[in-house]
């Protein structure tokens, strides 16, 4: 068990939810509407660019991603529910390489969920305006705050706190779909929301599993890093079109 009733005494599971979550979104919208003024100021000039924008929205989510993990060690700390350690360099090896399989089993599902109910979900838009997001703009500051420092910042919250308040109150199976959830919906809308949903509760799986959220973090840096690459260089395309065709073939025979 990842957590037990004594690292809930000064916290009750509404607190860890509802309290994560609406602290998430006070913090982003502050440090992202700051950063919007100041940089309005900055880039005066550029501001009608995408690469500044982009610049612009990257640089604010690094900087509400840092506070929120300053904020979230300090709160989760405390009560011994934050479970970051080291391991033991087989069992860490091990445990990454089945969290990076897992990652690429949700891949093949997210392509299959595209070609099938993608015109349902309006895939093709979401999948566009991502491309384009990642295009624009400075690789090595998306690398870093999208790559690297939102999925810890990320983990901490829905994982670390939101995920562990649900689980003292629903237990494992309902908590890890609520979490994903609400990991989906603060996300986006439509094909993303189904995507991030089945993301979050295999992230909250891995997160039991582990009993360390070392693994979930991995496991979400890995997507953001390489899912961004996988929308950007056509080797990738052509891999994908390739695995779609394939697709499409078995649905035929079935």
């Known amino acids: 068990r990842i957590m037990e009733e004594k690292n809930f005494e000064r916290k009750s599971w509404a607190m860890l939810v509802f309290g994560s979550v609406a602290l998430y979104f006070i913090v982003s919208f502050a440090v992202q509407l700051i950063a919007g003024m100041l940089g ?48 033991k360099a087989q069992v860490f090896l091990r445990n990454s390489l089945a969290a990076i399989a897992i990652w690429f089993a949700f891949l093949v599902v997210e392509y299959v969920i595209a070609i099938f109910a993608g015109d349902f979900l309006n895939a093709g838009a979401a ?7 990642y295009a624009q703009g400075n690789i090595i500051l998306q690398i870093i705050s999208i790559g690297i420092i939102t999925p ?42 189904v995507i991030m949903t089945i993301f979050g509760v295999l992230l909250c799986l ?20 390489l899912g961004g ?18 697709l499409i073939g078995i649905s035929e025979i079935i």
């Open 40 to 87: 309005g100021f900055i880039i005066a000039g550029n501001i009608q660019s995408g690469a500044a924008q982009s610049n612009l929205i990257n640089a604010a989510t690094l900087l509400s991603s840092v506070a929120l993990i300053l904020l979230f060690r300090m709160w989760l700390k405390s009560d011994g529910i934050l479970f970051i350690k080291g391991a």
């Open 127 to 133: 999948i566009e305006m991502q491309t384009t997001a």
């Open 152 to 193: 810890i910042a990320e983990e901490m919250i829905f994982r670390g706190s939101v995920y562990a308040g649900l689980r003292k109150r629903f237990g494992v199976p309902a908590a890890a779909i609520i979490a994903g959830l609400i990991f989906g919906a603060v996300h986006a809308k439509g094909y993303l929301i």
């Open 206 to 225: 891995v997160y039991e599993k582990t009993c360390n959220l070392l693994y979930p973090i991995l496991m979400h840096i890995t997507n953001n890093i």
């Open 229 to 246: 690459i996988m929308l950007l260089f056509p080797l990738f395309g052509n891999l994908i079109s390739r695995f779609e065709k394939v």
